[in-house]
């Protein structure tokens, strides 16, 4: 097998290597995921606070109905002769009535209490879609940014990708092969040196018997890292 093609094979690849952690490591990229995360997180807080302000209306209502409840009463009792009434009922009447205003000033504190909360809610939503709008325009322009950063390496990829192509219709299939899976592994440089007794990648000594089966023009496959290594020729 001759080592030499897979090895500049490698070296080609080795600049689509640094294309792809350009790409996979673009600052533009990385706001525009953000930014969307953001828009998603407006979006959820602006269904809860809908919700909450749904809440404080028909606990509004509940509030008002009792309201006029009490005020239906009040007006039953202003309306009674009260000199037709024996003392008894006078004072009863009167308990009564005390009871009634009661709960009406309860009732309307608790109306303002609810007012209070509908206006924070309305300024926290007010707010929340401030902040979509604004994550949602600078998605867009890191989204814009980050496909003509794309574009910027574009040719330069296909031009390395159809260099490859051809590269690797003179290499053995069964290395070529072994080379893309671990490549597809993210595990890069694929192919390395035996260095004194060691893989060239993880550094970790090998066992000497296998050493001792690697003959020049073969591979063996590091037990620790999964790299194939090969006896350097000097
Ligand atoms: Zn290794």
Not at 32 to 56: C, T, V
Not at 78 to 101: F, R, T, W, Y
Not at 127 to 151: A, G, H, V, W
Not at 177 to 193: D, G, H, L, S, T
Request: aromatic share 6%; proline share 2%.
């Amino acid at each position: 097998m001759n080592l030499n093609k897979i090895l500049e094979y490698q070296k080609l690849d080795s600049d689509l290597v640094k294309i792809e952690r350009q790409i996979k490591d673009n600052s533009n990229k990385k706001l525009a995921n953000k930014m969307h995360e953001k828009m998603r997180e407006a979006q959820d807080r602006s269904l809860k606070l809908e919700e909450k302000a749904g809440n404080i209306f028909s606990e509004i209502e509940k509030v008002k109905k009792q309201f006029k409840i009490q005020q239906d009463k009040m007006e039953e009792f202003s309306s009674k002769d009260i000199q037709k009434l024996s003392k008894e009922e006078l004072n009863k009447l009167v308990a009564l009535k005390d009871k009634l205003a009661q709960n009406l000033s309860i009732l309307e504190r608790n109306l303002s209490s609810l007012a209070e909360n509908v206006n924070a809610v309305l300024a926290d939503f007010n707010k929340t879609i401030k902040t979509f709008n604004s994550s949602k325009e600078q998605f867009s322009k890191s989204k814009e940014d980050y496909e003509s950063d794309l574009k910027a390496v574009e040719r330069n990829k296909k031009e390395i990708e159809d260099k490859l192509k051809n590269l690797s219709k003179s290499i053995e299939p069964k290395i070529m092969e072994a080379y893309q899976k671990r490549r597809k592994e993210n595990i890069f440089p694929v192919v390395v040196p035996l260095i004194n007794n060691s893989c060239g990648g993880c550094h970790i000594e090998l066992p000497y018997a296998n050493i001792s089966k690697l003959q020049d023009d073969s591979v063996l496959t590091c037990e620790h890292c999964h790299r194939l290594i090969y006896k350097a020729n000097n």
